[in-house]
T-cell receptor
Framework: EAQVTQNPRYLITVTGKKLTVTCSQN?????MSWYRQDPGLGLRQIYY???????DKGDVPEGYKVSRKEKRNFPLILESPSPNQTSLYFC????????????????FGSGTRLTVV | GNSVTQMEGPVTLSEEAFLTINCTYT??????LFWYVQYPGEGLQLLLK?????DKGSNKGFEATYRKETTSFHLEKGSVQVSDSAVYFC??????????????FGSGTRLSIRP
């Protein structure tokens, strides 16, 4: 089944304890991205990657790191989590942009609900 | 910069009613436009898309037409069902190769359908 898999689904951690949320896609997609979803703020892009060589900041990158060593994986790293990073996180992937066809659209994972206390 | 504005919810309708959820956008160039749906406890699913002016995206009875002159992409369905209850997000992409994957989402509209 074609999908984006995130782990874990739920995570409670303490302030300052480094954590990694994994993301993997099995569709051979070039593009991958991380979003966070917060009540009243909607979905905001954290980082995106166009391929294994190009990764760039989204709208809210502070406090996050990403890594794209392989095409299929795009982990989100919180080096020193803080309570304001409590949120619902989504990983997404998409085929490559085609000028004549426009952006294909993201396929999203099921989400990771992170609580930082 | 680019932005998306969609009608605030919640929207509550009776089953078989006609649905319209308004979405307008601000962007330079010709972005691709999307509607996503999020069911409780799940991730977002792509519902439909349109890539150029006057394109109509459609899926599962939902439709939306890319209106360049009014910068709108309103979502419509002729007869809603209880199973359509969800949160709906309008979104747009950047307009160049380097910005295409910077998808910007509207704030979402919660739809509830009464039996």
């Amino acid at each position: 089944e074609a999908q984006v898999t995130q782990n874990p689904r739920y995570l409670i951690t303490v302030t300052g304890k480094k954590l990694t949320v994994t993301c993997s896609q099995n569709m051979n997609h070039e593009y991958m991205s991380w979003y966070r979803q917060d009540p009243g703020l909607g979905l905001r892009q954290i980082y995106y990657s166009m391929n294994v060589e190009v990764t760039d900041k989204g709208d809210v990158p502070e406090g996050y790191k990403v890594s794209r060593k392989e095409k299929r994986n795009f982990p989100l790293i919180l080096e020193s989590p803080s309570p304001n990073q409590t949120s619902l996180y989504f990983c997404a992937s998409s085929p490559e942009y085609t000028p004549g066809q426009g952006f294909y659209g993201y396929t999203f994972g099921s989400g990771t609900r992170l609580t930082v206390v | 910069g680019n932005s998306v504005t969609q009608m605030e919810g919640p929207v509550t309708l009776s089953e078989e009613a006609f649905l319209t959820i308004n979405c307008t956008y601000t962007a330079t160039g010709y972005p691709s436009l999307f509607w996503y749906v999020q069911y409780p406890g799940e991730g977002l699913q792509l519902l439909l898309k349109a890539t150029k002016a006057d394109d109509k995206g459609s899926n599962k009875g939902f439709e939306a037409t890319y209106r360049k002159e009014t910068t709108s992409f309103h979502l419509e369905k002729g007869s809603v069902q209880v199973s359509d209850s969800a949160v709906y997000f309008c979104a747009l992409s950047g307009t160049s190769y380097s910005s295409a994957s910077k998808i910007i989402f509207g704030s979402g509209t919660r739809l509830s359908i009464r039996p």
